[in-house]
């Protein structure tokens, strides 16, 4: 990781983190920080006379939102975007209604075809847009992180047309029909995924994150053919110009995930800190991993006790806390703010 070239700003626990200083406490964010849990969110949402793409897409929409989560005491915004925008201008565009839907799946070989390749600083002009301007409103006082899908996963709702989580078990089916075709969707996805994070990379991102959020859906040997290699390609691509995370949702083979490439490993609720340093090594980057189920069904004490012990883990150094996955819908917006108060809380 090239820790040269990282800025300073007035909240510095990520940069510190990032250059291997002890702190008093570990940086916080959250997964989905910006959106579904937040009352102010909904609220903009149900008044700003936007679809859910069009909010992607407005630089000024899509600003407010990322900035909402500073409330809570959080040390970075993570930009308000979707992991599927990338896909629309390569004429595979989903609609919000509520959930993603793509109108024609793609099955076969002639649609793969027809998926076109694209330069992303024109297409998609709105997201260094917003980055930047999100940037200016922060005007120095915390970073801000990007953040694309990573293939495996943008080709599961390629292939399905929909969300994977309605149903895993067709999806996987339909994945492995045509491995062929699999792998081709993902080439190109892959293409467009390393310029689209090299991209965020020149508006200023501190890090980028890759979301692998369909890789519970594998089998380890699954995740060596489907996963990994797609993977590897985007982190080498990014190595030297932007520190990166990977993050594979429920994917607990702690060797697999040490495989990418990725600077900064997101660990699952299922791999412990200690478990994964005995693995990577003492000194290793790692973010997580509370429960993001106990945030839904545990108490305030529960929650507090879980931080600790991550925190504990953790060591105050190395170390970046966040969920083991994203926000759940129906979390309380109290446990949210609870969950930030603990981090802050077990600073020195």
Request: glycine letters at 6%.
């Amino acid at each position: 990781m090239n820790i040269d070239n990282i800025p300073n700003f007035k909240n510095n626990l990520m940069t510190r983190t990032l250059r291997g200083e002890s702190v008093e406490r570990p940086p916080v964010w959250l997964m989905r920080q910006a959106g579904r849990t937040d009352p102010n969110y909904l609220k903009l949402k149900e008044n700003c006379g936007l679809t859910l793409e069009e909010m992607f897409s407005s630089v000024e929409v899509a600003t407010k939102v990322s900035l909402l989560p500073m409330r809570l005491g959080i040390d970075a915004i993570i930009f308000f975007q979707d992991i599927l925008t990338i896909t629309t201008p390569m004429g595979a565009p989903f609609l919000f209604r509520p959930g993603p839907t793509l109108s024609d799946p793609i099955r076969h070989l002639d649609q793969v075809n027809a998926l076109k390749l694209y330069d992303v600083e024109k297409e998609l002009s709105f997201v260094p847009q917003t980055l930047k301007a999100i940037q200016r409103e922060l005007d120095g006082e915390m970073p801000v992180l990007g953040f694309a899908g990573a293939p495996f996963t943008l080709a599961c709702f390629l292939i399905n047309g929909q969300s994977f989580m309605s149903d895993p078990d067709k999806i996987i089916g339909l994945i492995k029909q045509d491995k062929a075709l699999t792998h081709k969707i993902m080439e190109k996805l892959t293409d467009i995924t390393i310029d689209y994070l090299l991209m965020q990379a020149e508006a200023g991102v501190l890090a980028v994150q890759l979301f692998e959020s369909a890789a519970f859906l594998l089998q380890k040997e699954e995740y060596e053919e489907f996963a990994l290699p797609y993977q590897q390609r985007i982190f080498s691509a990014l190595s030297g110009k932007v520190p990166t995370i990977g993050f594979a949702h429920g994917f607990n083979h702690i060797d697999k995930l040490s495989q990418s490439g990725a600077d900064i490993i997101s660990l699952p609720s299922g791999i412990s800190i200690n478990e994964a340093r005995a693995h990577l090594g003492k000194d290793a980057l790692v973010q997580g991993n509370v429960s993001n189920t106990l945030l839904v069904d545990g108490s305030f004490d529960e929650i507090r006790a879980a931080v600790d012990e991550c925190v504990k883990q953790g060591g105050k150094k190395n170390h970046i806390f966040n969920l083991g996955h994203g926000l759940k819908r129906e979390t309380p917006f109290e446990k949210v703010q609870h969950v930030v108060q603990c981090v802050k809380d077990t600073a020195n």
